[in-house]
């Protein structure tokens, strides 16, 4: 199985600051990488797809970047609406599998 | 708009068997282009995927869950569900339903997630 690895797992930000999140792949995977906005009580929410296709009605702030192993996921200026967990995602292989997430804190 | 929507029980005992539907609307889980998953969430694991069933009906399924998941589906009520057997304390997660698409593998569309705790 191809093994997701995120990094920071914790990652405290002040609304307005640029943000970026990584996610490592164990093996290439091309673009097949997803990326999850998750909030508790609530469905997580795709922004992103194929590495950096933004999805419809996503906030133009979010891009993602990256292909092979190495990917990002990038938040241009943080709203308060944006402090989240946020999961990456390869469909490389029909065996799914998520980063451990990363948690945007408030400072 | 597509919406997705869990039921099933909250409480398992161990050693028994978790089932769970997702009720589908806004989309006929028989039409092409996506798949039908079951995702599961706890403290332990985070995020993992269980498995899914095609709109042909095919079936893929996580194969660290040992053969232990099985998932069917009724189109005349455009739902799918999801059954767990042997379940033990590290089953206990929320269990959300999604839609996959085709072409880059992605959920779309989540349900709201439903508790399931196994405990005696």
């Known amino acids: 199985d191809i093994q997701m690895t995120q990094s920071p797992s914790s990652l405290p930000a002040s609304v307005g600051d640029r943000v970026t999140i990584t996610c490592r792949a164990s093996?290439?995977?091309?673009?097949?990488l997803n990326w999850y906005q998750h909030k508790p009580g609530k469905a997580p929410k795709l922004l992103i797809y194929?590495?950096?296709s933004l999805q419809t009605e996503v906030p133009s702030r979010f891009s993602g970047s990256g292909s092979g192993t190495d990917f990002a996921l990038t938040i241009s200026s943080l709203q308060p609406d944006d402090f989240a967990t946020y999961y990456c995602q390869q469909s490389h292989s029909t065996f799914y599998t998520f980063g451990q997430g990363t948690k945007v804190e408030i400072k | 708009q597509v919406q997705l929507q869990e039921s099933g029980p909250g409480l398992v005992k161990p050693s028994q068997t978790l089932s769970l539907t997702c009720t589908v609307s806004g989309d006929s889980i028989s039409g092409g282009g996506y798949f039908w998953s079951w995702i599961r969430q706890n403290p332990e694991m985070g995020l993992e995927w269980i498995g899914y069933i095609y709109y042909s009906g095919n079936t893929y399924y996580n194969p660290y869950l040992q053969g232990r998941a099985t998932m069917s589906r009724d189109t005349s009520k455009n739902q799918f569900s999801l059954r767990l057997s042997s379940v033990g304390a590290a089953d206990t997660a929320v269990y959300y339903c999604?839609?996959?698409?085709?072409?880059?593998?992605?959920?779309?569309?989540w349900g709201q997630g439903s508790l399931v705790t196994v405990s005696p």
């Open positions: 194929g590495a950096s």
């Open positions: 093996q290439s995977i091309s673009n097949h």
């Open positions: 999604a839609r996959g698409g085709d072409a880059y593998g992605d959920f779309d569309y």
